[in-house]
């Protein structure tokens, strides 16, 4: 069982910046692909960024290329999102997902991933 506890979310005014958190209970954290979903007000679940188990690939949804930042700690067991220039339309509560199955594509699909956390908000004002 992994256990993911996100945090850093909170309110930013538009153009602003967040860091957020996604620490990793186990001892096998290095052998996952980590991704962070959000999910906005009446909207899907979308894929927003992935990285792979050494960090060496990463995968970024077109709306935050430039923008967002994923990284990872090994030792740390920690997966980051760096999120700057900030916009209104990126309010939304943010996930971090693990995807245990080995793989060297960091293009993960919502139903692979294995492990969620519960969710931090990040809500952007204008």
Known sequence: QVQLVESGGGLVQAGGS?????AA??????????????QAPGK?????????????????????KGRFTI????????????????????????YCAAETAPRTNPSVGLAEYDYWGQGTQVTVSS
């Open 44 to 64: 899907e679940r979308e894929s927003v960024a992935a990285i792979t188990r050494s960090g060496g690939r990463t995968y970024y949804a077109d709306s935050v």
């Open 18 to 22: 967040l860091r957020l958190s996604c």
């Open 25 to 38: 209970s186990g001892r096998t954290f290095s052998s996952y692909t980590m991704g962070w979903i959000r």
């Open 71 to 94: 990284s990872r700690d090994n030792v740390k067991n920690t997966v980051y999102l760096q999120m700057n220039s900030l916009k209104p339309e990126d309010t939304a509560v943010y």
